[in-house]
């Protein structure tokens, strides 16, 4: 089911790269950046998850915190955080239910072949959990800065 602007985000509960669980109601208080992205390590993923970093503390301070999402296991996510320094929170979704529950693993063509994978998407979601802004087919060069423009944005209308 695809989801739109002003729906209840579905709720998760997935373990992190230290195989502790985090759900969404832990950031009813908070604006969360829901970040869906394909594999640990690999070079779009790489840079989106080293920019959203390396501007941490900038979206602290607009009280939003960062979750990545990738079907990868706790462990590649741990190796993932290690070796590109990260300061991010990656959870480890295996079963693809809750990427399924975002309509973000869906069929993707490379190279002329068909395989099911992550859509690069990424979730604005206020305080109380509604979908407030939605980025589909993420092109990861200026990404950050267009989701901390939005977040900025819509906290004034607020």
Known sequence: MKLSIDQKAPDFALEDQDGIETALNSFKNKWLILYFYPKDNTTGCTIEAIDFTQQITEFKKLNASIIGISPDTCKSHQNFIDKQNLNL?????????TLEDYDVWKEK???????????????????????VYIWENVKVEGHVNEVKSKLKELQKIS
């Open 89 to 97: 929170v990656l959870l480890s979704d295996p079963k693809h239910k």
């Open 109 to 131: 063509s490379m190279y002329g072949k068909k395989y099911i994978g992550v859509i690069r998407t990424t979730f604005l979601i206020r305080p109380g959990g509604k979908i």
